[in-house]
C-alpha cells in the first residue's frame, strides 16, 4: 500500500501523527523539511501528503513546497496543517490547490476523517487518471436563470469584438469559464488561452513571469505575454497584481510591445486582455493599492458574474452535471438527487459559489455509502440554520433584535431565498411557501421587497408568471 507523507519541522508532532496513522493501518513516512519532503517524494510518490504551512529552518516554506508538488505531482492530494487563526494561509493554500487544511491544535477523529477522505480521492485519481484527463466541464458553461442568461447574453456580445473586459464577481462564481468562453467563441479560438494569477506568483519574480528573460547562457526564455500572443491573456484577480507591475503592463497595454528581463530588444505582441476581480476596484484605487488608468483600460467592457445565490434555480441543473461529471472522470457512483436534498442545496448559502457545490458534489459521492438518491442528511449541516434536532441556531444579528425585526428579517431572508430559487417566479414561490399569490405579494411590499428588490447586497427579480397588477392589491 503506498505511503502518507508527513512532512513537520516539530518533531513531537510529526511523531505523534505518524504514530496515530501507524496504528490506523497506514505506511507512514516523515520529513522535517522541504529538502527531505522533496527527496521522499523523488523516491516514491506518495498517496497522501501532510504538510504544516509553516516551516522553520527550511529552504521552501510549506506554500512553496505545495505548489511544486502540485506542479511535479498533481495528483498527490496534500492536507495542509495550519495553526489556529490562520485560517487566510490555509484558504490560500486550498487556492494553491491543497486538498483539505487541518487546524491546530486537532483531535484524532478530525484528522482520520480528512485523512480517509483525502486517501479515497488519491485512490480514485490514481485509478482513472486516464479518463479525468478528458476535462468533460471545461467548456460547458451551465445556467438558464435569468440572471445567468443576461450573463450568456453579454458574453455572446463581446465575443466578436476585441474589447477588454473585465468580470467581476465572487470567488468561485464561474469568471474563468466565462473568459474561456469568450475566447473559445471568438477568432482568437485556435490561439492560446493564457491565465495570470498573480497571488500565485511571488512579486519579485512578477516581471520575469510575464515578460520573459534573456541571458547569455540560456538564451530567450519566454514569458506568459508572449506564450499567449495572438490569443487572450486572463488576469485572475487584478488586484492582487502589484503596483509595479501595474505600471509596465499598462505600457504594454498603451504601447502593445515591451522587453524581456535583460534583453534590448522590443517585443511586438497581440493580445484580447479579459481580467477578473472579486474586489471593489474602485476602493481599491481610493486606497491607492490599484491604478486608475489601468483600471480605465481593463474595465472597457465591465460584466458581473451573478454569485450562486443570486442563481439558486440553476443549482439542480448544476448539481447533477456535476454528478455526471465525477462519474466519468471518476468513477463515482451515478446518483439521483431526493427532492430534500434538492430543496437544500436550493436554500443554503454558497460564499463559495459554483466551486463550492462542486466540492460538496464530490464529497458528498465519495464518502456516501449508497448508490441511492443523495439525501439532505448526507449534505454539510453547518450552513443549515437548523440544528441536528431541527431547532434554529440563531447567530449573528438576529440574535440581539426585538422580535418584531427579528421576524422581519427572516421573513425578508427567507422568501428572498425561495423567490431566488423559483427564478423570481412569483407563482411557484407562492405555492411553496403555502400562501395565495396576492398574500405574498402584500407581504413582499410590506417588507419593502420591490420588483427588482435589492436586500443586502443581494437582488431578486420578480417576474410575474400572470398579467397581475402588484398595486392594484393594496
Ligand atoms: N456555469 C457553470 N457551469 C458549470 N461549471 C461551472 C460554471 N461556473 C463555474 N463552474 C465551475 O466552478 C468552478 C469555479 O469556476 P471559476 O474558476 O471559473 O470561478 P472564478 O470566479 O474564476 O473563481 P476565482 O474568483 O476563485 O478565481 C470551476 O470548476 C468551474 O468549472
Avoid at 495542509?80 to 490547490?97: R, T
Avoid at 487546524?103 to 480528512?114: A, R, S, T
Avoid at 506564450?227 to 498603451?254: C, N
Wanted: proline share 4%.
Amino acid at each position: 500500500m503506498s505511503s502518507i507523507l508527513i512532512v513537520d519541522d516539530e518533531r513531537d508532532i510529526r511523531e505523534l501523527i505518524g504514530d496515530i496513522l501507524r496504528d490506523e493501518g497506514f505506511t507512514v513516512r516523515l520529513a522535517a523539511n522541504a529538502d527531505e519532503c522533496i527527496a521522499e517524494i523523488n523516491a516514491e510518490e506518495p498517496a497522501l501528503m501532510i504538510l504544516d504551512i509553516w516551516l522553520k529552518d527550511s529552504r521552501m516554506d510549506g506554500i512553496d513546497i505545495l505548489k511544486t508538488v502540485k506542479r511535479d505531482n498533481p495528483d498527490v492530494p496534500v492536507v495542509i496543517i495550519s495553526g489556529h487563526g490562520n485560517i487566510e494561509i490555509a484558504v490560500a493554500a486550498i487556492k494553491q490547490g491543497a486538498y483539505d487544511f487541518i487546524e491546530k491544535p486537532f483531535n484524532i477523529d478530525q484528522l482520520m476523517v480528512v485523512v480517509l477522505r483525502a486517501m479515497e480521492t488519491s485512490r480514485l485519481r490514481r485509478e482513472n487518471s486516464d479518463l479525468r484527463r478528458r476535462d468533460v466541464s471545461s467548456s460547458e458553461m451551465l445556467g438558464q436563470s435569468p440572471a445567468y442568461k443576461v450573463l450568456k447574453a453579454q458574453l455572446e456580445k463581446v465575443t466578436k469584438s476585441n474589447g477588454r473586459v473585465m468580470l467581476t464577481g465572487p470567488a468561485g462564481s464561474g469568471k474563468e469559464m466565462a473568459a474561456r468562453f469568450i475566447h473559445a467563441n471568438s477568432n482568437r479560438a485556435s490561439a492560446p488561452f493564457v491565465s495570470v494569477s498573480s497571488a500565485t506568483i511571488e512579486p519579485e519574480r512578477m516581471e520575469e513571469v510575464l515578460f520573459g528573460r534573456e541571458t547569455s547562457d540560456r538564451g530567450i526564455e519566454k514569458g506568459l505575454l508572449e506564450q499567449a500572443h495572438g490569443g487572450v491573456v486572463y488576469f485572475d484577480e487584478v488586484a492582487d497584481m502589484p503596483l509595479g507591475t501595474q505600471s509596465k503592463i499598462l505600457r504594454v497595454l498603451v504601447e502593445q510591445q515591451f522587453s524581456r528581463a535583460g534583453g534590448a530588444d522590443k517585443v511586438r505582441v497581440d493580445l484580447r486582455v479579459i481580467s477578473s476581480t472579486t474586489r471593489d476596484l474602485r476602493s481599491e484605487i481610493s486606497a491607492g493599492r490599484f491604478r486608475q488608468e489601468l483600471y480605465d483600460r481593463l474595465n472597457v467592457v465591465p460584466i458581473p458574474v451573478p454569485s450562486l445565490e443570486d442563481r439558486r434555480e440553476d443549482i439542480p441543473h448544476l448539481t447533477r452535471h456535476f454528478v455526471e461529471m465525477f462519474h466519468a472522470t471518476q468513477g463515482l457512483p451515478l446518483r439521483d438527487l431526493s427532492p430534500e436534498a434538492e430543496a437544500l442545496l436550493q436554500t443554503m448559502q454558497w460564499p463559495g459559489n459554483v466551486r463550492q457545490l462542486r466540492n460538496v458534489i464530490e464529497r458528498v459521492l465519495i464518502l456516501g455509502d449508497s448508490n441511492g438518491p443523495i439525501e439532505a442528511r448526507e449534505l454539510p449541516g453547518r450552513d443549515v440554520a437548523t440544528d441536528g434536532d431541527g431547532r434554529l441556531v440563531l447567530g449573528g444579528a438576529m440574535a440581539t433584535l426585538p422580535l418584531r425585526e427579528a421576524r422581519e428579517l427572516f421573513e425578508k431572508e427567507y422568501l428572498l431565498t425561495q423567490i431566488n430559487r423559483f427564478g423570481g417566479n412569483i407563482s411557484r414561490t407562492a405555492n411553496f411557501v403555502g400562501m395565495e399569490r396576492s398574500a405574498l405579494h402584500r407581504k413582499l411590499k410590506s417588507l419593502g421587497v420591490v420588483t427588482t428588490a435589492k436586500l443586502g447586497g443581494r437582488t431578486a427579480r420578480l417576474e410575474d408568471d400572470e398579467d397581475d397588477d402588484e398595486g392594484g392589491e393594496d
